[in-house]
Structures are given as C-alpha cells and as structure tokens.
C-alpha cells in the first residue's frame, strides 16, 4: 500500500511495545482488487465497491467530509456518544473494543475517555480497517494521550477477514458512522450474522444507523457546495490507477450522488463526461465508456426503526438500548445476542 506508511510504521519504533499492527491484507488486497474491478467493470451497470476508497488520500478526504456543514451524520452521532458512553462504559471492564472500519480516531477517544483510568488500563483497542495508514495513525493518537492502552492494529477488509480478529475475551464490538448503510440488505444481514456467529453472550455490538429523513437534507450531505465529496468519489479512480496500472482520468468524470427512494439509499456514481477508453494494465484489458454512462461507486443506505429491527432479528441480535438524537436523524444501538437464536 501507500509509500507513506512505511515511514510511519518505522516512527513506532519508538513508540510503547503495546503497539502491534497485523497486516492481514498483505497477500490479499491485490488478488481482491483485481477480481473486484474485472467483475466490476465488466458489468452492465459498471461498478467498484466503495472499500477501495480508503488510501491513505482517501481516508483523509473521508474525515475532511466528515467536518463539512452539510454532513450531519458524524457530528450527530458523535453527540449521543457524548451523551451514552459515560453509562456504557463505566462497567466496561477486560474488554476488547474492535472497531470495524475504524478510520480516525474520533468516536474510539469518547469511548475510552469515558472509560475511566482503571477501566482503560484493562481494555484492549483493536482497530479493523482496511487504510494502514488509518490504523496506524489512530492508534498514534491514542497512545500519545494514553502511553499505556494496549492496542491491536488489524490491516482487513472486515467484511470479509472477520476471522482475523480475536475473540478470547469479552468483544464490544464498535460498528459506527453508519458504515453497514454501505451493504445492501443481503449483505448486511449476512455479515451482523457472521458478527453474532462469533459472539457470546456477554459480548455487544454497538452500532449506528442514519435514518430516513426528506431528501433535500440527504442529497445536500453527499453534494456538499466545497466539492470535497466529489474529491472523495473521483479518487477512487486515482486508487485504481496506482493499484492496477489503469490510466484512469478523474477530469472526464463528473461527481453525481441522489436518493434512490426505492431502495431508501444515496447512490454516488461517477459520470463519464465523453466518449473514451481506459486501459488496466494488470488485468490486461481496454474499458469503453460512452458519455453519460456510469459508475457505481458507492451505497448508502438510510434506516428506519422497522427496517433495523427487521435486520437484527434475522442476524439473531435483540436490541438492548436504542439511543438517537432529539430529531431522530441518527440512532445508535446496542445489540446482544438473540437468547431464542437456537430455536
Ligand atoms: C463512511 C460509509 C458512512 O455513506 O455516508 C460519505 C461514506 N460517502 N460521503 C457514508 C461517504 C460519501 C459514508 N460512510
């Protein structure tokens, strides 16, 4: 992956040997991006799944997205962290917190904060994400306040490396930032399955979903008037370029993100702005796209309360705590495992 985390790996040297990264992708990130854009490009409706947005570049513009005015979602959700965790955390005691697609450090910091020093210093973090860099940094952050917090970097596609996380001790499992609204239905009821698959009763997801809400305020949050969103959606090209030898030009696309009522989610595409061809040289193929066709990068669905509870009780999770802002325009929930999963 990226040059840059190389130089940051080597920085830890100095750092508490509390630290430790595992890199789960090494072997498996290129045969995975090239089976996913062959298929993906190869479609009638061209594809690429929005995981290959996080380089190190992208994962940046993802937390600059996140501080935009039109982008309620993380500043919403963070403000009923704010207000729960001091009530979730302060039994919370020889836990791992694995956060799936952990990205910054943000969220994970209100956590541990709440924690307390006592309870902190029997918590291990581990960090799933598929951005060393990501993994890297936020667990940087946290040990420069906290020397002494274990951490456990996991470099994985959590959707599909969930064995590489341990489960030897109590799990909080942490899946925030409505990260599953990037999974459609199948495939978001089959991976909280593979989560409850894995958990026992003691263990706990905690979970965010954005919800429905009119259109106009949806769309303004993925066509924010800074074009960082658009930035975003185009590097995935540029992620594409360096990995696969592709001669992608992020100019001749256009930025195009709309609520698709039907199937209650933001679509993001990219639109050829004209007629023209790119080659992939590791997959050794020539693309044709004609003006106007496009993309489809990326999913993002928005929940209802029925559509959640519909979903967890098919993953066999009941829901413990149900927590929202006072407009209801994000939810957070605590899951456990369903008691009647055996029936
Ligand atoms: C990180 C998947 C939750 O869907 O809102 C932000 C990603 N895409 N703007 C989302 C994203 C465009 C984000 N998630």
């Known amino acids: 992956m990226a040059r840059s985390n190389q130089a940051a790996v080597k920085n830890l040297k100095s750092k508490p040997r509390s630290f430790e990264v595992v890199n789960y992708l090494d072997k498996k990130y290129q045969p995975d991006i090239v089976k996913d854009v062959r298929e993906g490009l190869t479609a009638p409706q061209k594809f690429i ?14 937390e600059d997205i996140c501080r935009l005015p039109e982008y309620y979602l993380t500043r919403t959700e963070i403000s ?19 956060e799936l697609g952990s990205g910054a450090d943000w969220k994970i910091r209100i956590l541990l904060e709440a ?23 936020a667990a940087q952050g946290l040990l420069e306040i906290w ?85 975003f959606n185009k590097n995935i090209l540029s992620v594409i370029n360096s990995a ?9 696309f256009g930025h195009l993100a709309f609520f698709n009522e039907e199937h209650s989610r933001i679509e993001m595409h990219l639109r050829a702005s004209c007629d023209f061809s790119v080659k992939l040289e590791s997959l050794g193929m020539e693309i044709d796209f004609k003006k ?15 559509s959640i509870e519909e979903m967890a009780s098919q993953a066999r999770l009941s829901i413990e705590n149900w927590y929202s802002d006072p407009d209801a325009w994000f939810s957070i929930v605590t899951m456990a495992l369903d008691p009647r999963r055996n029936s």
């Open 244 to 252: 696969l030898s592709a001669d992608f030009n992020p100019s001749h």
């Open 292 to 306: 106007g066709e496009t993309i489809h990068t990326e999913n993002s669905r928005k929940f209802t309360r029925a």
């Open 49 to 62: 799944p929005c995981k290959y947005f996080y380089d190190a570049r992208g994962s940046k513009l993802f």
């Open 115 to 137: 924690a307390g020093e006592s309870n902190r210093s029997t918590l291990r973090y581990i960090p799933v994400d598929i951005s060393e860099s990501a993994v890297i940094e």
């Open 80 to 98: 009923i962290l704010k207000d729960i965790t001091p009530g979730l955390m302060e039994t919370s005691t020889h836990k791992d917190l694995v």
């Open 147 to 231: 020397p002494r917090l274990e951490v456990l970097g996991v470099v994985a596609d959590f959707t599909r490396h969930l064995e590489a996380i341990p489960t030897e001790r109590p799990v909080m499992y942490c899946f925030l930032g409505s990260t599953i609204g990037n999974l459609d239905e199948h495939e978001s009821t089959s991976f909280l399955r593979s989560i409850s698959d894995n958990m026992k009763l003691d263990d706990r997801l905690l979970i965010g979903f954005d919800m429905l809400k009119p259109r106009e305020i949806l769309e303004a949050a993925y066509n924010d008037s800074q074009g960082v969103t658009s930035e």
